[in-house]
Nanobody
Framework: QVQLVESGGGLVQAGGSLRLSCAAS????????MGWFRQAPGKEREFVAG???????RIADSVKGRFAISRDNAKNTVYLQMNSLKPEDTAVYYC?????????????????????WGQGTQVTVSS
């Protein structure tokens, strides 16, 4: 059974940092694109960052320069380093995965582009 489990969320003051982790299990994710999305109350789920299995990345403009995504294929884990956090970054953060096989340039930026989702981890940034 495929599972994605996020961790690392919490409460942080504006300007602070958090590192989210997403551990994948149930099969190898070495050929997957992995993504991070977030959803604030009353808003739609939005793309934050994605990474291919060869390490190519795509970062949303709203977090560019502050957030970075990385992965460790040996551990089936993807990370989201979040720096200079702002109150508007407050949301539930979700990890997602999709098998892109040989299409190693593909990083979907919509929820429909992913097949597997975690349960989410809450990030709250206080002002």
């Amino acid at each position: 059974q495929v599972q994605l489990v996020e961790s690392g969320g919490g409460l942080v003051q504006a300007g602070g940092s958090l590192r989210l982790s997403c551990a994948a299990s149930g099969r190898s994710f070495s050929r997957d694109a992995m993504g991070w999305f977030r959803q604030a109350p009353g808003k739609e789920r939005e793309f934050v960052a994605g990474i291919t299995w060869i390490g190519g990345t795509r970062i949303a403009d709203s977090v560019k320069g502050r957030f970075a995504i990385s992965r460790d294929n040996a551990k089936n884990t993807v990370y989201l380093q979040m720096n200079s956090l702002k109150p508007e970054d407050t949301a539930v953060y979700y990890c997602a995965a999709v098998d892109i096989r040989d299409n190693f340039l593909l990083i979907p930026a919509t929820t429909r582009g992913y097949d597997y989702w975690g349960q989410g981890t809450q990030v709250t940034v206080s002002s």
